[in-house]
Each structure stands twice: as structure tokens, then as C-alpha cells.
């Protein structure tokens, strides 16, 4: 009898030295910290509660044999566990499970667990995810090194996925030359925000669609749309193959105007206005489409986090502790949100602890090829 992630941990580096007194094997030590944080524990402590309460449960599948570990030795395993490595086997095994029809889009973005201080610019464990958007997977993560940015930390976690047919979106920040060069290189599309962070890209753009207007946009493909129980109109002009750009913008393939008006009680209540470049060819709402479910890593993930996994109280400053344990939480999130099931994710993690077909079920959502 198995479990998925029994294969997903077989080729995980065992960050311990090869010792007698290593009592407790890798494979079920990141077995149970995965199911025990589905099931809705936030702490090594309650890691342990849940594996002591279950392991009639986990007898089947995991050795254990010198019991389930303490606290102790979860966090220990968890601090010197190189995140990267353990990201990746998860990410690899999401990666599996998207559908391939058509382009999966792929959004990059950033989210720091508040209370985990660390020297990075936010100053506190801040974690790059790349998010499957349509499938509602976390393909994978890197954590801003001490000192570093997610600026430079977003090639590498990049340079970890199969890119091949995706769409990548990424918010301004990481409006970089060469990260949209790494993602063409890849086999990618990207489509990138433009802000003042890039001006004198922002301004060629704004010429763009300066000139577009001036021939009263002849040529343009246009779309509107009404978002938000019809307090949001959204307007979208693109310009294919735009001229006066920069060089060094990989393979630009149109730029796009997005104009938003908030309506309240039928009148216009706030405009914004922003620009995005883009390496693809098609029609203003499809592109618009990939804008706009840019931000479903915000509500699909990042707020998910923060409500049920309650991730911006974690306090894992221990080595890689809270880069792992991040990760954890991610992959519970997108297994619980691909289950059949109906209730907020915290009903399915309660349901997870106290019904144990249901967290096998839960296990064997995914399964690797």
C-alpha cells in the first residue's frame, strides 16, 4: 500500500549525517508534517499531537520505526532541509497533474509570513511562488535569501519549471529585461506590467497608444467588461507590434492600455489607468483574461494563507524551517482546494483531522506519473 507522497519524498536530500542516532526515517518525517498541516496544525508541537493520534492511521504506509518524532527533531530536520530541493519534488508533482490543454497560464508573484523576521528587504521571510492559475497549484517556490530581493530571487525559481506553452504573468516588480528574456529562452509568454519602475519603458508605451489615438485607434482590437457585481467596467486597446520601444524587451509582441472605472450607484467613482507589455498576438479579452486572472494568486493563495493557514502569524525562524513549512502550507491549500468537498478550507482541514478517508482521499488527490 502507498501514498503519493511516499514517491514524491523518495529522492528528498536527508540534510542529517549518516549516524546511529538517526532514529526516524526522512520520508515519514515529511510525510507526516504534510498530512498533519492539511489537517490543520501550525506548529511542530501540534505536528507531533497529530502524528502520535494517527499513527494507527499512517501504519500502512510509513515505517516509524522508532515511533513519531518530537517536536524537536521536526523542526531540526525542517531548519537544515534544503528548501529548494523540497520545493521542487512538490512542484514537480503539481506540475503533473495541469492539464494540458491549451496554454497554462502561470502567475509569479511574492508573499512574506509577517512575524518570521529575516534580513531580506521586507524584513522578514519573504517566499516567490509561481501559482497554476486555472488548476489552482503552487508548481513552485523560492525563499528571498538573507540580504537578497525577489527581484533576484524570481530567475531561479523560474529557471526550476517547465515553461514550455505557458503564460507567465508577473506584476511590475518584476518588470526585468531579463527575466521576460529567461522566460522566452524557456519556451514561455510573458505578460508584465509597466510601472514607473521601468520609465523609460512607461513612456515609449504611453507614445504608443499617444499615436494609436491620434489615428482614433485604427488598427486596434478593443474589449470592455463589466467585473464585480457591475461596480467595475474594465476598457482594454491593444497595439500589436508596437514601435519606439527600448531595446532589449524580448520579442514584444503587443502592449496593452487597461483602463478601470469604479461605478457606484451608476457613476464613475474612480479611473485608473495601466500599461502592459506582452511577447503574445491575441485579441484584447483574452489578453485582458490573463490581466485579470493575474490576481487569482492573491485570492486563490495569498489570502487563503493568511485566513485559514493563518501564515502571517508563523514565527519558523529556524534555519529553512519557515521557507519548508511555507511550502507545506501551499501544497495543503491546493490539494484542499481540489477536493470535492463542500465548506471553507478550514471545515475541509477540521474534516481532514477528524476523518481519516477523507485526508487519504485528500492524499490521493494528485498522483505522480
Same mark, same amino acid.
Given at each position: 500500500?502507498?501514498?503519493?507522497?511516499?514517491?514524491?519524498?523518495?529522492?528528498?536530500?536527508?540534510?542529517?549525517?549518516?549516524?546511529? +542516532?538517526?532514529?526516524?526515517?526522512?520520508?515519514?518525517?515529511?510525510?507526516?508534517? #504534510?498530512?498533519?498541516?492539511?489537517?490543520?496544525?501550525?506548529?511542530?508541537?501540534?505536528?507531533?499531537?497529530?502524528?502520535?493520534?494517527?499513527?494507527?492511521?499512517?501504519?500502512?504506509?510509513?515505517?516509524?520505526?522508532?515511533?513519531?518524532?518530537?517536536?524537536?527533531?521536526?523542526?531540526?530536520?525542517?531548519?537544515?532541509?534544503?528548501?529548494?530541493?523540497?520545493?521542487?519534488?512538490?512542484?514537480?508533482?503539481?506540475? &503533473?497533474?495541469?492539464?494540458?490543454?491549451?496554454?497554462?497560464?502561470?502567475?509569479?508573484?511574492?508573499?512574506?509570513?509577517?512575524?518570521?523576521?529575516?534580513?531580506?528587504?521586507?524584513?522578514?521571510?519573504?517566499?516567490?511562488?509561481?501559482?497554476?492559475?486555472?488548476?489552482?497549484?503552487?508548481?513552485?517556490?523560492?525563499?528571498?535569501?538573507?540580504?537578497?530581493?525577489?527581484?533576484? #530571487?524570481?530567475?531561479?525559481?523560474?529557471?526550476?519549471?517547465?515553461?514550455?506553452?505557458?503564460?507567465?504573468?508577473?506584476?511590475? &516588480?518584476?518588470?526585468?529585461?531579463?527575466?521576460?528574456?529567461?522566460?522566452?529562452?524557456?519556451?514561455?509568454?510573458?505578460?508584465?506590467?509597466?510601472?514607473? +519602475?521601468?520609465?523609460?519603458?512607461?513612456?515609449?508605451?504611453?507614445?504608443?497608444?499617444?499615436?494609436?489615438?491620434?489615428?482614433?485607434?485604427?488598427?486596434?482590437?478593443?474589449?470592455?467588461?463589466?467585473?464585480?457585481?457591475?461596480?467595475?467596467?474594465?476598457?482594454?486597446?491593444?497595439?500589436?507590434?508596437?514601435?519606439?520601444?527600448?531595446?532589449?524587451?524580448?520579442?514584444?509582441?503587443?502592449?496593452?492600455?487597461?483602463?478601470?472605472?469604479?461605478?457606484?450607484?451608476?457613476?464613475?467613482?474612480?479611473? #485608473?489607468?495601466?500599461?502592459?507589455?506582452?511577447?503574445?498576438?491575441?485579441?484584447?479579452?483574452?489578453?485582458?483574461?490573463?490581466?485579470?486572472?493575474?490576481?487569482?494568486?492573491?485570492?486563490?493563495?495569498?489570502?487563503?494563507?493568511?485566513?485559514?493557514?493563518?501564515?502571517?502569524?508563523?514565527?519558523?525562524?529556524?534555519?529553512?524551517?519557515?521557507?519548508?513549512?511555507?511550502?507545506?502550507? $501551499?501544497? &495543503?491549500?491546493?490539494?484542499?482546494?481540489?477536493?470535492?468537498?463542500?465548506?471553507?478550507?478550514?471545515? $475541509?482541514?477540521?474534516?481532514?483531522?477528524?476523518?481519516?478517508?477523507?485526508?487519504?482521499?485528500?492524499?490521493?488527490?494528485?498522483?505522480?506519473?
Amino acid at each position: 500500500m502507498s501514498i503519493p507522497l511516499l514517491a514524491v519524498f523518495a529522492d528528498v536530500p536527508d540534510p542529517r549525517r549518516e549516524t546511529k +542516532n538517526k532514529l526516524h526515517e526522512l520520508v515519514d518525517i515529511l510525510t507526516l508534517a #504534510t498530512c498533519a498541516v492539511i489537517a490543520g496544525a501550525d506548529g511542530w508541537d501540534q505536528v507531533a499531537a497529530f502524528g502520535r493520534a494517527k499513527q494507527t492511521l499512517f501504519a500502512p504506509y510509513l515505517r516509524l520505526p522508532h515511533g513519531v518524532p518530537s517536536p524537536d527533531t521536526f523542526e531540526r530536520v525542517f531548519a537544515k532541509l534544503d528548501p529548494d530541493a523540497f520545493a521542487d519534488r512538490f512542484g514537480r508533482w503539481m506540475a &503533473a497533474a495541469c492539464e494540458s490543454t491549451g496554454l497554462v497560464h502561470v502567475a509569479i508573484d511574492g508573499k512574506s509570513a509577517r512575524r518570521s523576521t529575516k534580513n531580506t528587504f521586507t524584513g522578514c521571510l519573504h517566499l516567490v511562488e509561481a501559482w497554476a492559475v486555472e488548476n489552482r497549484l503552487i508548481l513552485g517556490q523560492r525563499s528571498v535569501p538573507e540580504g537578497g530581493h525577489e527581484i533576484t #530571487t524570481a530567475p531561479d525559481l523560474l529557471g526550476a519549471l517547465d515553461l514550455t506553452g505557458a503564460v507567465v504573468t508577473v506584476d511590475a &516588480a518584476f518588470c526585468q529585461k531579463e527575466l521576460v528574456s529567461q522566460i522566452r529562452t524557456q519556451g514561455g509568454h510573458y505578460v508584465v506590467c509597466v510601472k514607473g +519602475n521601468q520609465k523609460g519603458l512607461r513612456g515609449a508605451v504611453a507614445e504608443v497608444f499617444a499615436r494609436a489615438g491620434e489615428d482614433a485607434f485604427a488598427g486596434c482590437d478593443m474589449g470592455s467588461a463589466v467585473e464585480d457585481g457591475h461596480e467595475e467596467e474594465r476598457y482594454v486597446t491593444v497595439v500589436e507590434d508596437p514601435e519606439g520601444l527600448p531595446s532589449g524587451w524580448a520579442d514584444v509582441g503587443a502592449v496593452a492600455l487597461v483602463c478601470r472605472e469604479r461605478v457606484v450607484n451608476g457613476k464613475p467613482n474612480e479611473s #485608473t489607468a495601466h500599461y502592459y507589455l506582452t511577447s503574445l498576438r491575441i485579441g484584447a479579452v483574452e489578453l485582458a483574461g490573463y490581466i485579470r486572472n493575474h490576481w487569482g494568486i492573491e485570492n486563490g493563495l495569498h489570502w487563503c494563507l493568511d485566513i485559514a493557514f493563518r501564515e502571517d502569524d508563523s514565527r519558523a525562524r529556524a534555519g529553512h524551517a519557515g521557507a519548508n513549512l511555507g511550502m507545506i502550507r $501551499r501544497v &495543503a491549500l491546493s490539494l484542499l482546494q481540489r477536493a470535492d468537498t463542500k465548506g471553507s478550507i478550514r471545515t $475541509r482541514r477540521m474534516k481532514a483531522a477528524w476523518d481519516d478517508q477523507y485526508l487519504l482521499k485528500v492524499l490521493k488527490i494528485l498522483t505522480t506519473k
